[in-house]
């Protein structure tokens, strides 16, 4: 079995950075397709970003295109989202997911999930 752990969440003013990192565990993701969701409270989990084993195709959610970037260290077993310009609208629970699919992993239908990274952006 394998495990996804996110990091890198906080606090964070308007226009401001924040990069989260997933990193896996307990099998190799590097032929695996990853990405990042996100649930704002009261709101239904969204897809944001995602990104091929390869990384030679990457999705994007339109709230985030030229804002945030996805990227992937296979040798690290780990997957990045470097969020800028950052709005208050971005607040929310941040998880990442892992498929051999990148469609799955688009329609957040997949079996591996994170426990979440608090992000909140003030205004």
């Known amino acids: 079995q394998g495990q996804l752990v996110e990091s890198g969440g906080g606090l964070v003013q308007a226009g401001g950075s924040l990069r989260l990192s997933c990193a896996g565990s307990?099998?190799?993701?590097?032929?695996?397709?990853m990405g990042w969701f996100r649930q704002a409270p009261g709101k239904e989990r969204e897809f944001v970003a995602a990104i091929t084993w390869s990384g030679g195709t990457i999705y994007y959610a339109d709230s985030v295109k030229g804002r945030f970037t996805i990227s992937r260290d296979n040798a690290k077993n780990t997957v990045y989202l470097q969020m800028n310009s950052l709005k208050p609208e971005d607040t929310a629970v941040y998880y990442c997911?892992?498929?051999?699919?990148?469609?799955?992993?688009?329609?957040?239908?997949?079996?591996?999930w994170g426990q979440g990274t608090q992000v909140t952006v003030s205004s």
């Open positions: 997911n892992a498929d051999p699919s990148v469609l799955r992993v688009v329609a957040g239908k997949d079996d591996y």
């Open positions: 307990g099998r190799t993701f590097s032929s695996y397709a």
